[in-house]
């Protein structure tokens, strides 16, 4: 899989002029997230990278070199661990300033039937899909409030709205996310701060293609059948959702015109929650 799909400099959305603002994405370093900070780089934000460590410093110098005019910093972090988010927000802050908008998404998926699903996931899922985005978000709403000015995304999935077979940590932690997302809305609702979620459906990233290699081995099948047949189950549209798309929207949701939404749930997921 190509590591920096879309090589051409990402076109802004328009409406979402974002020129001096400071933005933090986690598990920016590849997938989605990495679209989500092209986006925002695009529409003019200094921009935060992390990532649990593989080749962070590479592609935050991959995209400074994109040509846009903000800056990137970038800082490695293990979102499962509990101080990890005030050290994210400290290299940030050191780095670029104290974060404007907080992108929570940095994830990760175990499949297994809840009769054997292992503790050791649980509690990483639990960790990462979900309590790292209430810390981060708990700490990034005291300077959003002081300026008067936030917004905090959330990339949670069409697992926060329906389940699937052998995904209980995750679709519990999805749910949660949605959860989370709702209360933060209507607690910073007066604060000129908005909290909204992203539900995708598939995206064919590395946390996808395990998926799919998976059905391959479990099947016989070559991969590209593997990845069809994933598609055929679960989404009518039949085609991926891709990180550019959602980066673009994250963007919108970010810009003048998204003042108003908040304590919403979007879904680009190709029908999947319309069955
Ligand atoms: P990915 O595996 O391609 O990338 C995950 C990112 O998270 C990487 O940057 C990685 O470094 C980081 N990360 C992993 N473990 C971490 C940890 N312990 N601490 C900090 N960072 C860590 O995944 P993706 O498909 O781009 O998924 C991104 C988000 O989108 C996740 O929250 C996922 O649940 C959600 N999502 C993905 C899909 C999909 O089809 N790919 C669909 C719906 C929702």
Known sequence: ?????????????????????????????????FGIAKALYAAGCDVMLSGRGEEGEQVAEHLARSGERGRVGYAAADLREHDAATALLAACSAQLGEPDILVNNAGVQHVAPVACFPDERWDEIIALNLSAAFRLSRSVLHGMRRRGWGRIVNIASVHGL?????????????HGLLGLT???????????????????????????????????????VPIEDAASELLRAKQPMRRF?????????????????????TGSAITMDGGWVSI
């Open 1 to 33: 899989m190509d590591r920096f799909p879309c090589e051409t400099a990402t076109m802004a959305v328009p409406g979402a002029q974002l020129s001096g603002r400071i933005a933090l994405v986690t598990g920016s370093t590849r997938g989605i997230g």
């Open 162 to 174: 329906v389940a699937s077979e052998g995904k209980c940590a995750y679709v519990a932690a999805k």
């Open 182 to 220: 709702k209360t933060v809305a209507l607690e910073v609702a007066g604060d000129g701060i908005t909290c909204n979620a992203i539900c995708p459906g598939w995206v064919r990233t590395e946390l996808v293609e395990r998926q799919i290699e998976r059905i391959a081995a479990e099947r016989g």
């Open 241 to 261: 959702s891709t990180p550019e798309g959602i980066g673009d929207l994250v963007a919108f949701l970010c810009g003048e015109k998204a003042a108003t939404m």
